[in-house]
């Protein structure tokens, strides 16, 4: 796992500037902490930083060919490249190491561009081909890897991270107005766009190539899903998934588990034991209040398991100062609260291993989530059936505990199918949005426009069933863009390599051409993976309900903390930027009858820290949680990077103390619980 960047020069553009690419470098450091490397000629600069996961000592980066003339930066890890080094081997071609990077080094010399056809694993990787004056650029199918470009006058730049474009570009950062609504409403934006302006992720199963000043993308993979859904034995999805978590286990570091108090992270645990991972380690987190808590049902797997058990209590303190730090690296802002505690638990899981196994895309593939059954059942008893659960849900939205439900009904109300499937996870209202956004950005709010990206992404699935849009929907948009972009900046903040065996490719085909009711019906969620798994993970594990990863909001933010995001919302430097009509902001986040809400206070002020923490200025570290809060402007002793022109000082390389940010209010209890990936864990 690594971190890559480069720069392409347009014909006749002026060379790479190197110091530019040291800095680039250094903020990817925390990718990458076990070595960087680098390729530069007049036209072209490659760098990486490398996490050693697989052939520790040969697979240094860059990777060339005998000739020099192919040349290779690589994040990810290929599961079959022992297949392919014997089928290219075959072929001709002379292996120096181990490494699944020099797959892609002989791979591209033999297939081209359909090189990442041949691919079985999660990549993101740029391939320099001397001859042709080309860069080659490719990102798996399902997006678990990420691969920003900004294409400029000078150039095309790429990168892990969309900090290291503006690093090794010297192009000042800008905040794309046109996406703040659908974060606001959605709290991601759908690939291509991201929210800096100019800056595009290459989405999932694409490629790219630029040459002569051209870039041209195309889609290399399609999810075939047949109109008529073929019946998914669980016994066949359980060998699916045997073969799965086996491909995970290739490493020649430690592994580990994070581990919830779910079905899914529970049964990729239960599978790494099955073939022969007996010696685990595995990671859980919780909290002092129980209503929160899930370290006991952790324990249960734990236990019946037999793992090398820990626990992390994250506290107040922990959690308010992980949030800048989270915002730097998170590249867009925060989406979730309970990415927070993710990162708490990933620095203390980077004490003890490099990799972890996490049930990650469970929820997404088999129907995980509740509203995936609030809409089998609209859909199976119209609107009599949606106006009594709906009732239903007012009344326990009544209940200090159950609030949200007041929304679920709300949603089941509106008719449109892609317009409700687009409003189940919306963060705030678009009656909301129109009235506090600036004019011009409130024209974003429309149901279509909010709807557009969703839309668009299952136009070419109309002719299957309701049930099975619905659930490719999250798939193809909620999934790449939020869930597996958090996993991924998160994870890797703690130099964590993250493994997603539900995810796996072959598994992920097979239940999409199974029936929605086959995974999320009336009668249960997940229903042919809890059939899949009955005899491997304990009963208890099966028989708990859903329940998502629940964070103390209304205690972490009080008083003080909460009082530091409203003053940060309407101070000058944010009324500044033009997003917001500031009376209309102080209505709502003061306003004695219609306060905002905890969660809408926090993805608000998210906005707001991550265009501190990344437009503003561009820097090759973190900031502390005083740096950046109130009106603090916080010239720290870090080393700033002003992304300007090009001219960036270089700055050092974060030492291990620095990266590590271990927080020392947390407890490790040792034989406690297993480890949740809060980003869709169960």
């Known amino acids: 796992m690594c971190g890559v960047v480069g720069f392409v020069c347009a014909p006749g553009a002026e060379a790479p500037d190197s110091r530019a690419l040291d800095s680039a470098v250094a903020a990817l450091a925390h990718r990458g902490p076990d070595g960087s490397g680098r390729y530069e000629t007049r036209d072209v600069a490659l760098a990486n930083t490398r996490l050693s996961i697989i052939d520790l000592p040969g697979g240094s980066q860059p990777m060339k060919n005998e000739d020099g003339t192919v040349v290779v930066v690589y994040n990810g890890e290929i599961w079959n490249h022992a297949v392919l080094r014997d089928e290219l081997a075959g072929l001709g071609h002379r292996f120096r ?24 694993g999660m ?57 703040v609504a659908q974060y606001l409403f959605r709290r991601y934006a759908v690939s291509p766009a991201t929210m800096f302006s100019g800056v595009v992720r290459l989405p999932a199963a694409h490629r790219a190539t630029y040459g002569g000043g051209r870039l041209v993308t195309s889609r290399y993979w399609h999810l075939e899903v047949p109109a008529e859904p073929e019946p998914l034995d669980a016994a066949e999805l359980r060998d699916l998934l045997r073969v799965a978590v086996e491909k995970r286990l290739m490493s020649d570091v430690p592994l580990g588990v994070l581990l919830s108090g779910g079905v899914d992270s529970a049964a990729v645990l239960g599978l790494a034991h099955e073939a022969g991972a007996s010696s685990l380690a595995t990671f859980t987190i919780g ?72 049930g990650d895309g469970g929820d997404e593939v088999f129907g995980g989530y509740p509203k995936y059954r609030a809409d089998a059942l609209l859909r199976a008893g119209g609107r009599p059936a949606a106006h009594a659960l709906g009732h239903a849900l007012r009344l326990l939205a009544r209940r200090p505990t159950h609030r949200q439900l007041d929304r679920a009904a709300r949603t089941l109300a509106i008719r449109d199918p892609v317009t409700r499937w687009s409003a189940w996870f919306r963060s705030i209202e678009p009656e909301v949005l129109r009235d506090v956004l600036a004019p011009e950005l409130a024209l974003e709010t429309t149901v279509p426009g909010l709807t557009h990206p969703l839309a668009r992404v299952l136009d070419p699935y109309g002719h299957l069933d309701a049930g099975r849009r619905m659930l490719l929907g999250d ?22 390599e993250g493994r997603m065996p539900l995810l796996d490719l072959d598994v992920v085909a097979r239940a999409s051409r199974s029936a929605a009711g086959d995974r999320a019906s009336l009668r249960g969620s997940k229903r042919t993976l809890r059939a899949a798994i009955e005899k491997i993970v ?12 629940p964070v103390p909001m209304e205690r972490f933010l009080v008083e003080d903390a909460r009082a530091d995001l409203v003053g940060m919302l309407l ?31 926090f993805v608000l002020a998210s906005l707001e820290l991550w265009l501190r923490t990344n ?15 109130g009106d603090r402007e916080g010239h720290g002793s870090r080393r700033s990077v002003a992304a300007s022109n090009g001219d960036q000082e270089s700055a050092l390389v974060p030492s291990a103390t620095e990266r590590a940010h271990e927080p020392t209010s947390l407890v490790d209890t040792g034989a406690g619980d297993d480890d949740q990936h809060f980003v869709g864990a169960r």
Do not use: C
């Not at 708490?344 to 990799?355: I, T």
């Not at 208890?540 to 998502?548: M, N, S, T, Y």
């Not at 437009?615 to 809060?629: N, R």
């Open 97 to 120: 190491s181990r490494s699944d990077t020099e797959v892609l080094v002989h791979g591209y010399e033999e297939w081209g561009e359909d090189l990442p056809v041949h691919l079985d």
């Open 123 to 179: 990549f993101a990787f740029a391939v320099w081909d001397e001859s042709h004056q080309r860069l080659f650029l490719a990102r798996d199918r399902l997006g678990k890897k990420p691969l920003y470009l900004l294409e400029t006058g000078r150039g095309l730049a790429f990168g892990s991270d969309a900090r290291s474009l503006f690093l090794v570009s010297g192009v000042q950062p800008a905040l794309d107005r046109a996406q």
């Open 287 to 358: 909290f002092d209040d129980p209503v929160f808590d899930e370290r006991a049902a952790a324990r249960i797997s734990a236990e019946h398991f037999g793992t090398d058990h820990h626990e992390v209590v994250v506290s107040r303190q922990d959690f308010l100062e992980a949030l800048p730090r989270l915002a730097w690296y998170r590249d867009e802002p925060i989406a979730e609260a309970s990415e927070i505690p993710l990162l708490l638990l990933a620095e203390f899981a980077g004490r003890h291993v490099s990799v972890v196994l996490t």
């Open 475 to 496: 798939l193809f948009t909620y999934l790449p863009d939020n869930m597996l972009v958090r996993s991924d900046k998160v994870l890797m903040a703690a130099s964590v």
């Open 538 to 549: 304990p009963a208890e594990i099966l028989r708990q309900p859903k329940r998502g990863f």
């Open 571 to 601: 101070s000058e430097r944010a009324r500044s930027r033009g997003i917001f009509r500031p009376e209309k902001m102080e209505t709502l986040v003061r306003g004695e009858n219609g306060a905002v809400g905890t969660r809408e206070l």
């Open 615 to 629: 437009v503003d200025t561009v820097t090759t570290s973190p900031p502390a949680y005083d740096e950046l809060l």
